[in-house]
């Protein structure tokens, strides 16, 4: 057990599937998952171990930002034998040609965040996910029929800015289309554990235009996104 997840080694799967609110997690468990087992209630940040069309998954809530998917993720890598992590989480849409409830994968991510730095001096302001796993995600969604757009990510430290800051400018000019706050600091741990991840996103909401989504939407409602992800999982 560690300060955060009071799981007993074994308890958690090697394939975890990762959205931030911890309620999405529950959601998942409780609608995909057979014969599921909580085994993290410790700060709310819920955790349950299931099977899914015979194969054994976990889910966990990973929290917001940077700093909580980073303790979360780097504790399933290291503690528990987790092999891979798929987030399945929301963002906003920087582009028109993004709408509310489109599916996004993670091709890259770029932030200003010194999370890199600080934890192992890596300076890159790019991280990227693992290619097999997006590979293994293309390939499902395909034979799912579900529409998906590669793309690369914003992951920001910061969700309210100041009329001063230049708020998404960077990010676009650094080629991000959506914005949300985690994929960085999980696609890091990843690469310095040795391990795997990728990220599927929904798009809950829209910075140029008039669109977006409900907190019970946003918890419930991703149905493709989960399928892809769930569908991804029992291949690995």
Not at 11 to 20: N, W
Not at 137 to 145: C, L, N, V, W
Not at 209 to 218: A, N
């Amino acid at each position: 057990m560690t300060p955060h997840n009071n799981a007993k080694k074994g308890e958690i799967a090697p394939v975890v599937l990762m959205p931030g609110d911890p309620y999405r997690a529950k959601y998942i468990a409780e609608t995909f998952l057979e014969d599921c087992v909580c085994f993290n209630t410790v700060r709310g940040m819920l955790g349950y171990t299931g099977f899914y069309k015979g194969k054994r998954i976990s889910v966990m809530g990973s929290g917001m930002g940077m700093p909580s998917i980073g303790i979360y993720s780097y504790e399933l890598y290291t503690q528990y034998d987790v092999a891979a992590i798929i987030r399945v989480g929301s963002c906003g849409s920087y582009t028109k040609d993004l709408h509310v409830f489109d599916v996004l994968v993670a091709d890259s991510c770029w932030s200003q965040s010194t999370y890199a730095q600080c934890q192992s001096l890596d300076t890159n302001n790019i991280q990227y996910p693992t290619k097999l796993l997006n590979d293994r995600i293309a390939e499902t969604a395909r034979k799912q029929q579900i529409p998906i757009s590669f793309v690369r990510l914003h992951s920001s430290d910061v969700f309210y800015y100041e009329k001063n800051a230049p708020g998404s400018h960077p990010a676009i000019e650094n080629g991000c289309q959506a914005v949300e706050m985690e994929s960085f600091a999980l696609f890091h741990n990843a690469k310095v554990t040795r391990k795997q991840a990728a990220c599927i996103c929904t798009v809950s909401d829209s910075l140029v235009l008039d669109e977006d989504t409900t907190p019970q939407q946003r918890e419930r409602s991703f149905r493709s996104m989960m399928i892809l992800a769930l569908e991804t999982a029992i291949q690995l």
